[in-house]
């Protein structure tokens, strides 16, 4: 399979779930679908981030040599929500090396301060950064604050119960340094 031309042709869940099934664990083959999603084309980029995501959820070990790609993109200015929101939903479930913490949850915390950002990108920057923090005692009181006060506004049931879930294993952490 042509990963790019396939991708190029169509974009669904049936187009996703078959290049995810190609792939399976095959190093080569995601290297290819990386090569897709990390490139500068807007739309391709786009449409390799859901099959990315659902890879590097069925095979964890697949994603490790892109930490360092994934941030850069991750950082990138006027990307498509597609791009952050499926990175922080691979990096949800995934324990990241201690040195791109402080990348991933200084990116988590501009987009949690930003109203303007997708709901799902929101959400996923809850989790991702209440998993970081919860290392961290200072910067879970810092993700306390800003949670506590996320609730206090009119926000989406995914936002409202990410930030309760993440509040519930904080304080803990923030309370006992």
């Known amino acids: 399979m042509d990963i790019r031309k396939r ?6 869940k049936t187009v996703t779930l078959a290049i995810v099934k190609y792939i399976g664990a095959d190093k080569k083959r995601f290297k290819e679908l990386m090569e897709v ?9 786009q449409r390799a981030a859901w099959s990315m995501s659902y890879v590097a959820a069925a095979q964890p070990q697949l994603i490790a040599p892109y930490f360092e790609k994934l941030i850069s993109k991750l950082q990138q200015k006027n990307n498509h929500p597609a791009i952050p929101r499926n990175i922080l939903r691979i990096f949800q479930d995934i324990d990241l090396p201690d040195k791109y913490e402080g990348k991933v949850v200084d990116f ?25 923090c919860l290392k961290y005692p200072e910067l879970a009181r810092e993700l306390v604050i800003i949670l506590n ?16 879930v993440g509040l519930k294993k904080l304080e803990k952490v923030a309370r006992s340094s």
Do not use: D, W
């Open 7 to 12: 991708l190029e042709e169509e974009h669904s």
């Open 37 to 45: 999603f990390l490139g500068k084309e807007y739309r391709p980029t």
């Open 149 to 164: 006060e996320m609730i206090q506004l009119p926000q989406t049931a995914a936002i409202r119960h990410r930030a309760k």
């Open 108 to 132: 988590c915390f501009s987009v949690l301060m930003n109203e303007s950002e997708p709901v799902a990108v929101r959400a996923f920057a809850i989790t991702v950064a209440s998993r970081i």
